[in-house]
């Protein structure tokens, strides 16, 4: 482009009128090897547009950036997991309340036999002959504990299976 | 997928962003900051990007909003920041810069003291080199305006441009 037309347009320019071609020309010249001596008053300033043009972010940028977007994917798909694994629990927490208040409602609370503390200074044996008899009476109440124990746990266990079937 | 399409259409806007948060902000750093706002915060609403018409304006208004409120508040923090202040952290302080003349630097702090419109609109046209259109919907200004505050603008650094003897240097 010669003198004539980059006055022109440098004129064109300062009004206002010019189109982003016209101005791409004028940063064109202005950024060239040969500059008329009129116009060099223009020229820091056009060249002042094509560095600032240049200025970049850090290449670590990008890397950081897509490195924080994972961050703040997490925590939300964390929360989403916890939740469904809570309701999990909570509904199996609910059904066991649920049947055991149901069991407790059809079946009127029976107290179950508390176990006496034992006197030991009343077992004390003195002979041998005693100490024998006191072992022999141990082990026979222990005997008959259990079976009674052993005969409530399946009383209990035929009841719950009459619940679930009710349930079901 | 969405990952695909940040990557493609959004990130590749970030120079800009950046370079615009830069002019309004006068630091480096915290124009970096706040484009690593504005992109985490589109990522965040990812689900509403069909929503968007034109997401280059969209990303461009959101610096704009995040880099102003940035600078008020910093102002409100600071005692009165000096109006002529050095509008890049890493700038070489005035008098060196005068005695460097260098004059690319100095059309820098001459755009500097252009008022915040003036500046804002040249930015985008003649550094971005964005359409009319554009940068009405970007700062959210009628288009008669942005066309005056860019003659004003330019006829502010011409003046200058002549009555200053840069050009002898």
Same mark, same amino acid.
């Given at each position: 482009?010669?003198?004539? @037309?980059?006055? +022109?347009? /440098?004129?064109?320019? !300062? &009004?206002?009128?010019?189109?982003? #071609?016209?101005?791409?020309?004028?940063?064109?010249?202005?950024?060239?090897?040969?500059?008329?001596?009129?116009?060099?008053?223009?020229?820091?300033?056009?060249?002042?547009?094509?560095? @600032?043009?240049? +200025?970049? /972010?850090?290449?670590? !940028? &990008?890397?950081?950036?897509?490195? #924080?977007?994972?961050?703040?994917?997490?925590?939300?798909?964390?929360?989403?997991?916890?939740?469904?694994?809570?309701?999990?629990?909570?509904?199996?927490?609910?059904?066991?309340?649920?049947?055991?208040?149901?069991?407790?409602?059809?079946?009127?609370?029976?107290?179950?036999?508390?176990?006496?503390?034992?006197?030991?200074?009343?077992?004390?044996?003195?002979?041998?002959?005693?100490?024998?008899?006191?072992?022999?009476?141990?082990?026979?109440?222990?005997?008959?504990?259990?079976?009674?124990?052993?005969?409530?746990?399946?009383?209990?266990?035929?009841?719950?299976?009459?619940?679930?079937?009710?349930?079901? | 997928?969405?990952?695909?399409?940040?990557?493609?259409?959004?990130?590749?806007?970030?120079?800009?962003?950046?370079?615009?948060?830069?002019?309004?902000?006068?630091?480096?750093?915290?124009?970096?900051?706040?484009?690593?706002?504005?992109?985490?915060?589109?990522?965040?609403?990812?689900?509403?990007?069909?929503?968007?018409?034109?997401?280059?304006?969209?990303?461009?208004?959101?610096?704009?909003?995040?880099?102003?409120?940035?600078?008020?508040?910093?102002?409100?923090?600071?005692?009165?920041?000096?109006?002529?202040?050095?509008?890049?952290?890493?700038?070489?302080?005035?008098?060196?810069?005068?005695?460097?003349?260098?004059?690319?630097?100095?059309?820098?702090?001459?755009?500097?003291?252009?008022?915040?419109?003036?500046?804002?609109?040249?930015?985008?046209?003649?550094?971005?080199?964005?359409?009319?259109?554009?940068?009405?919907?970007?700062?959210?200004?009628?288009?008669?305006?942005?066309?005056?505050?860019?003659?004003?603008?330019?006829?502010?650094?011409?003046?200058?441009?002549?009555?200053?003897?840069?050009?002898?240097?």
């Amino acid at each position: 482009m010669n003198y004539k @037309e980059i006055s +022109q347009l /440098l004129e064109k320019y !300062f &009004e206002g009128e010019t189109s982003l #071609q016209e101005e791409a020309q004028l940063r064109e010249y202005f950024n060239g090897a040969t500059i008329h001596e009129s116009l060099r008053p223009y020229q820091p300033l056009f060249r002042f547009f094509q560095s @600032e043009r240049e +200025q970049k /972010l850090d290449t670590i !940028f &990008e890397e950081q950036l897509l490195r #924080q977007l994972q961050k703040t994917e997490q925590p939300h798909l964390k929360v989403r997991r916890l939740s469904i694994w809570m309701a999990r629990v909570a509904a199996v927490a609910l059904l066991t309340i649920g049947v055991w208040w149901g069991y407790q409602q059809m079946n009127p609370a029976k107290t179950a036999p508390v176990a006496q503390a034992i006197d030991w200074s009343k077992y004390e044996p003195e002979t041998p002959e005693e100490a024998y008899q006191v072992l022999k009476t141990s082990l026979k109440k222990a005997s008959t504990e259990l079976n009674q124990g052993a005969a409530t746990a399946a009383e209990e266990m035929s009841k719950m299976r009459k619940i679930t079937e009710i349930i079901q | 997928m969405s990952l695909m399409y940040f990557k493609e259409h959004i990130l590749p806007g970030k120079d800009k962003l950046y370079r615009f948060a830069q002019s309004i902000l006068k630091n480096t750093m915290e124009a970096e900051d706040v484009v690593q706002e504005v992109l985490v915060r589109v990522w965040q609403k990812r689900d509403s990007w069909h929503e968007v018409e034109n997401m280059g304006a969209l990303t461009m208004k959101m610096t704009k909003n995040l880099a102003l409120d940035k600078l008020r508040s910093k102002h409100r923090h600071t005692d009165d920041l000096p109006e002529y202040a050095d509008w890049r952290d890493d700038a070489t302080p005035p008098d060196e810069v005068i005695e460097s003349n260098d004059m690319i630097e100095q059309i820098r702090q001459l755009m500097q003291h252009l008022p915040e419109k003036h500046r804002m609109v040249m930015q985008l046209r003649d550094i971005e080199g964005l359409s009319y259109e554009e940068i009405s919907e970007m700062l959210e200004m009628p288009m008669n305006q942005v066309k005056i505050n860019l003659f004003r603008a330019r006829t502010h650094i011409r003046e200058h441009l002549i009555n200053s003897k840069l050009y002898e240097l």
